[in-house]
């Protein structure tokens, strides 16, 4: 499968919303990432379901929204209801992560798993064949702009094992200081999709750095 890009709307001009969402739908991106924030799970506070609603009859692409909330139960319905394709939860915010996904795929939502810098796959050993993407984190949380994280390798590394020694059929994503200089090697390592938002909207081309990260082509 050729890999996925998934540009992370955070890094958008939020006064110029048009021009962005032309962006969007004109470049390669497969997915548009969406990133909630409360301000309690993680130190930030991004935007929330009115924007994703208000956002959906004009975006071409599914929605793959990351929860970086507490307790992500109590909103699972009104993700779908404001456009979620994919739903993504925190495993640390979850207690009863089992539950979560399945309500998530009752909801008609693609489930998936978040898990933070710290956080090890084997974890997952219990959850993966029911889960349809585990995205991991290689920044913490809260922020766009931040430094790669170096040992997402190992955990690519670790997952893609995990994922064949279950059957599981759950894509791969990385999310956090991803750019055109290590795209290639985490594509490498075993990434399907990946999230970029500084290194799309932060770009003088922003639909030329999509289609770097796509095709590869050099700079
Ligand atoms: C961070 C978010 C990311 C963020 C990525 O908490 O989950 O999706 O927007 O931004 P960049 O690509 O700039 O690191
Ligand atoms: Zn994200």
């Known amino acids: ?8 709307l955070l890094a958008a001009d939020f006064a110029k919303m048009e021009s962005q969402i032309e962006i969007i739908n004109n470049s390669d991106a497969d997915w548009l990432h969406l990133d909630i924030m409360d301000g309690a799970f993680v130190p930030n506070i991004s935007f929330g ?9 004009h975006i071409e692409k599914p929605f793959d929204v990351h929860l970086m909330i507490e307790n992500p139960d109590k909103f699972i319905s009104d993700f779908k209801e404001a456009g979620a394709d994919l739903l993504n939860v925190h495993y640390e915010a979850c207690t009863h992560l089992h539950r979560t996904i399945d309500a998530i795929k009752k909801e008609g939502m693609q489930a998936g798993v978040t898990l933070n810098p710290h956080t090890p796959v084997f974890l997952l050993e219990e959850i993966i064949t029911e889960v349809d993407l585990v995205l991991l984190m290689s920044v913490n949380p809260g922020f766009g702009g931040q430094k ?3 040992n997402t390798y190992k955990k690519l590394t670790d997952l893609k094992n995990l994922i064949e020694r279950k059957g599981s059929r759950a894509l791969i994503e990385v999310d956090g200081g991803v750019t055109i200089a ?3 090697q985490l594509i490498n390592a075993g990434a399907d999709v990946l999230v970029a938002g500084s290194a799309v909207f932060n770009a003088p081309d922003p639909i030329n750095a999509v289609y ?3 095709h590869f082509l050099p700079e």
């Open 182 to 184: 290590n795209a290639q």
């Open 1 to 8: 499968m050729k890999h996925l890009i998934a540009p992370s």
């Open 148 to 150: 790669f994280i170096e």
């Open 49 to 57: 379901l009115p924007v994703l609603k208000s956002l959906r009859p």
């Open 212 to 214: 770097e990260l796509k």
